[in-house]
């Protein structure tokens, strides 16, 4: 029997509670200003240092403490770490020699490094076709390799999260497999403690064990627990008792440390437990990227869109971030953002825009109450949901004001006039009603060129109509041009006469925007959290 220790590490940028108070009467503040408005320094590295000193370090010595210790045994100690790229550039600013610690455990060999969102969101159900889903994974796969010169292979989404679509997505860049929820209603009867494959998929799924993950996670301090107080020897014969392939444990490494105090004897416990597996003969470590190559699939796993799982609360679904209405209000704002803020081609905004995206701000806005309500507050830093949401709209609105403003500059106007329409705004040429040529056009410079070759008929039965300045005005969007199309319709211009008119006002148009465009194609740098002092 196999065992697959996995750890996500991930530290979120908190939210600057004073935003809605503070800054909302300052509409002019520079674009290189809003990250150190939007978040809350001293707060982000309060907490960084906290977890680095209680958690990361202390967990890490004692990984590769047991790594070295079963280093010439048949049976090597294996783990396996996601790091989220929003922690790995806290680590940058606050702490390098923490990645340096991590760095020391990935030259041992036997630490696999997963691939997740690089800003730990929810890219993933944003849209059909996951176009940031897809670019944050990359970023992130680019970050594992600049790091420990390694390549993912195994995705770990965002809290688990999955469908049979976002495994889809992960399936055509390459990955060999996901882990996820062992959810029962997935499962169908069957034991999470073996290799599965997604549904009409190639892509491997590896299951959590989420009652024995869940018995170190949550009830390692619970006093109440019939099972308390829990000793790596206990733990250990529970797994040697679990029948199946490989039984995936997957934690937040915060477990040591931070979310269980060192008090708790957490540290001792982790640095106990690999040895007391290895006592047991039928069971030996090994990483996901292992798993996949000994295991065969025992089945599928079919999760339907409208059923997304996740690992969060005792749902297990997504409703841990779009559970209620302040929180579907904030998600949709930051859906809706994206062609805005893409569209500025902005790096500096977009940066900001990911920032944005980390789940933990939609976490905090839950109002569930009983177990899960409780841990939703225990992490929650404005103590009540209500406040979350205020300081996270605010800051979202501020945002959003901030990409409309910037849209409205020439340099962008120019390239929303010159882009290419999508296939069914085009401009489809007629001879009269119900008589249209086979010329379509999607884009101002596709209608000058088709202006020079159509049949001067069908230029004149539109211009009579009035259609080309409709199309331009409202599909378009330039109303300048649109109204000097106007005044044209209205002189008394020759017919022959018209589509020269026509091809002089577009051309030039078309050369303004141009020229208005050129003059400012600098992309400016992302902002990172090493930006400030």
């Given amino acids: 029997m196999d065992i697959c220790l996995i750890f996500e590490v991930h530290q979120p940028l908190r939210l600057n509670r004073n935003f809605h108070s503070t800054l909302l009467d300052r509409p002019l503040v520079r674009k290189r200003d809003l990250f150190d408005l939007y978040f809350d320094y001293d707060l982000n590295r309060h907490v960084f240092e906290r977890a680095a000193r209680k958690c990361y370090f202390p967990a890490n010595n004692a990984i590769l403490e047991q790594i070295d210790r079963t280093k010439h045994s048949q049976k090597r100690f294996r783990v396996a770490y996601g790091l989220s790229g929003v922690f790995v550039e806290q680590c940058e600013r606050w702490n390098p020699s923490l990645l340096d610690s991590f760095k020391q455990l990935a030259d041992t060999g036997c630490v696999e490094f997963l691939d997740e969102t690089h800003y730990h969101s929810l890219a993933s159900l944003y849209d059909s076709e996951r176009h940031e889903f897809v670019k944050q994974l990359n970023m992130h796969r680019q970050l594992m ?120 004897g957490i540290h001792e416990f982790l640095r106990w437990l690999p040895g007391e597996i290895l006592k047991w003969e039928h069971l030996q470590f090994c990483t996901p990227s292992e798993a996949v190559r000994r295991h065969n699939p025992v089945g599928e796993i079919d999760v339907h869109e409208f059923s997304t799982i996740s690992w969060a609360d005792l749902e297990r679904d997504i409703s841990a971030w779009t559970g209620n209405s302040m929180q579907m209000a904030c998600y949709n704002l930051l859906k809706k953002l994206e062609p805005l803020v893409k569209q500025t081609g902005d790096a500096e905004l977009i940066g900001l825009w990911r920032y944005l995206q980390v789940s933990d701000h939609l976490y905090y806005l839950s109002t569930k109450g009983g177990g899960p309500g409780d841990v939703h507050n225990y992490f929650n830093p404005f103590g009540i949901p209500v406040e979350a949401f205020a300081a996270y709209l605010s800051i979202l609105s501020n945002f959003e004001a901030t990409v409309l403003r910037e849209l409205e500059k020439p340099k962008h ?62 599909a378009i969007g330039d109303n300048k041009l649109a109204d000097q199309l106007a005044v044209a319709r209205k002189s008394k211009i020759l017919d022959d006469k018209i589509r020269e008119r026509l091809l002089s006002l577009v051309g030039q148009r078309i050369k303004e925007l141009e020229s208005t465009n050129k003059s400012s194609n600098n992309v400016r740098k992302a902002p990172t959290l090493k930006h400030k002092t």
């Fill in 145 to 264: 390799k600049d790091l420990f010169n390694y390549e993912p292979k195994v995705v770990a989404n965002t809290e688990c999260i999955y469908n049979n679509a976002i495994a889809s997505t992960v399936e055509t860049l390459g990955y060999e497999a996901m882990i996820t929820e062992g959810v029962e209603r997935i499962l169908d009867g069957r034991s999470p403690n073996h290799m599965y494959k997604a549904k009409n998929s190639n892509l491997r799924v590896l299951l959590r064990n989420y009652c024995l993950s869940d018995d170190i996670g949550f009830r390692f301090t619970s006093h109440w627990w019939e099972e308390w107080p829990l000793t790596a020897k206990k733990y250990a014969s529970w797994l040697a008792a679990t029948h199946g392939q490989v039984i995936n444990i997957f934690l937040d490494y915060e477990t040591f440390g931070e979310h269980h105090w060192p008090e708790s």
């Fill in 413 to 474: 106007v120019a390239q929303r006039i010159l882009r290419k329409l999508p296939a069914e705004k085009g401009f489809t040429f007629a001879y009269k009603l119900a008589k249209p040529t086979k010329w379509t056009v999607h884009s101002l410079e596709e209608f000058y060129s088709t202006l020079k070759i159509i049949s001067l008929r069908s230029v004149q039965f539109h211009m009579t109509r009035g259609d080309f300045e409709k199309w331009i005005r409202w």
